[in-house]
């Protein structure tokens, strides 16, 4: 019973244990400017982490977020600065993004290259790309238009939430109520099964990894905006916030199961627990053990109920079967 | 002859959910014979040598090795005893040197850093090869060796341990005739050490040749042991299919229509060689053959799951290009695999999800789907089939075999296919969820649906088919009306394979 509970609802209890924690120990994380402030710093991780959500869904991995990130980011910073409007440029950001993940996509379930190594590779080029283009230079200087739609405030709430808020929505919408999302899922459940049940299975996995490639469009949107800046730097370690949102969030590495709404706590625990060690004087350095520690207990926990469900499947049916080969032996 | 018994198994029992895999059996070994276990698939071969390997655990029973009563609780206890297994897919590591694989797990080291002796077991090796009087360099990689080579170092590696048993499951099954006669003399040179040989093989043309002694299994149940010099072919296939069969009634024939599809000499490398067969509307086409006769990759290549090297089909006459599941299910072809689990189901799924998967569009608006139309069609056929569920959300891997395969159906269903293949329909599921399935493979076909259904139970051919094809090693070998005066044991020859000229 307790594993049921803890099963659907251990993120939950984890992000309520912190955040009674934090408001106890530090006198300011209550302050409703610090409570958005954590928003907006998670908004982009948020976004992105959404994206990876999918790939991760069709047990993939996109390694490449965070170059892929600059290299729209750069992209907008150029285009902006051809003085052809803003949404030229946010909509040439977002394409870029959308297409960098088109070439994992294509990388992955056409040339069947792994995910690790097709998107370690996108990495490096986008990154390359990203410092080529700019001769390793910062663009600067965004029209306020730009930075208020990108990053401004909207009643006192940061644009950037809205977004995460948004792109939030309708990622659970396509996964729970489109005959896409149920393909995700089912693709990570069982390539195979999906396969012999007529599921376009390239077509699925590319489009997942052009989802992640425009969720870090949109990324660079905000970034761009909120830095003022456009940095082929930039976007170091997203990846690692991304899956790690992604697997805290309950979703499984093997695919098949999981959900926005946990990579969203996923991302919100976190963004909380920064927050909060930052609030708590804890050294920056120090931070980075904490969220790596926090990181790989949450896969171990993830790994242990796993095995825990599996062992009580296992009780079913389990007559020793020859395999039917699908290799072709020689001629 | 020696007739001291090394291996003595009194009163197996052991039960996988749903089968009785062994049902009290009674198995001797004695030093220097070579000793054949035969039986159809799933006669329970296969469970037993697990037992002895300690792959699986028995039930109940008792297991006396030289008259010692032995616990084999896992396979390494099993290889300490001295018996060595040689299952049909190779335990090699393709990476590693011949002397590798053969010393692997008990590498010859030297002190003081116990740095591997790399040229110490390389040149054991070649000992062994010599007085195996075969020519294997045992620097060369396993992969590149051919299958033959291969299973000459698995025997390898079980006579430098100085086994007393070896195990042998179906080691002819891939290697050429020539290679067999390798492995024959070798056989011969084992037993005359001494060693006991536990053989398993299909091809009774063969074991006159080497097998001593031969017991016989049927269902879990051990039908004798014979004395290979005493019986004849035909006396062997007489007590593998001697099994009675349930009663039942025959299937029915007069809504059968006309011929709906038709294959044409498709091949597939050496796995299905030029087989052609027609099917007709609200039929059921029973494809009989022993495991690796190809029947399910004749299947996997008519519904696209692979590509086929040369072949025509045609629907309703006209020639139609499958060459991946979606035009197969375009074309009305429906698929039940062999393995549920593998590759039927998404078993994180629940019922609902798995039946719509196949024709999500049905439960759709427009690009949305709907929840509500989906649960409605789910609960339909949740009701139609009969699942024994109480929710239509419970997750796959939570059913019993029977319900699964229920879920699968539903599946096809609803795609509204015309033909629908299964493989081993019933594999796993017990006796009454069998009856069921049967059941609705003749409603189906009542209602006009064609049906091809591969199976490797006997019985289950003839009681469910209109007509039966057989296939051997990638062949279709024969044809049969189910017309009343079918038998097991006018199938079987033709399973086998080239009994006519048996010597």
Redesign the interface.
Known sequence: MFHKIADRFGIGIAIVALFIFLSVSSPHFLDIANLLNILLQVSISTIIAVGMTFVILTSGIDLSVGPLTAFSSVIIGLTLHLDIGIGIPILSGILVGALLGFMNGILIAKLKIPAFIATLGMMSVARGAALFITNGQTIHMFPSEFRFISAGNLMSIPIPVIYAFVVVMIAIFIL????F???I??IG??K?????????VKSVETWAYIICGITCGIGAVILTGRLNAAQPIAGIGYELDAIAAVIIGGTSLNG??GSIGGTLMGAILIGMLRNGLNLLNVSPFLQQIVIGAVIVSAVFFDQYRRSKKDSS?A??????????G?T???? | MDHEVILRMQDINKAFPGVQALDHINFELRKGEVHCLLGENGAGKSTLIKIMSGAHQKDSGTVLLYGKEVDIKNAHISRDLGISTIYQEMSLIPGMSVAENIFLGEEIVKSPFYIVDKEKMEKQAEEIFREMNIDINPKRLVKEMSTAQQQMVEIARSLVKKRQIIIMDEPTSSISDKDTHELFRIIHKLKSQGVAIIYISHRLQELSEIVDRITVMRDGQDIGTVNMKDVTIDQLITMMVGRTLEKMDKPVRDHIGEVLLEVKNISWGNVVQNASFILRKGEILGFAGLVGAGRSELMRLLFGAEKMDAGRILLQGAQVEIHSPIQAIGHGIGYLSEDRKRDGLVLSMGIDQNITMANLPRVCNGFFLSRKKEQLEAKNSVQALNVATNSIHKLVKFLSGGNQQKVIIGKWLLTDCQILIFDEPTRGIDVGARAEIYKLMNGLAQLGKSIIMVSSDLPEIIRVSNRVIVMNQGRISGEFENDGTITQEGIMPLMLGGVGNVS
């Open positions: 729970n109520y489109t005959k999302g149920r393909h899922y089912a459940g069982n195979e099964a999906a396969r012999l049940s007529g599921i376009n098949g199961e499947a009780k079913g049916l389990n007559r020793p079967s020859q395999a039917v699908a072709k032996p020689y001629q």
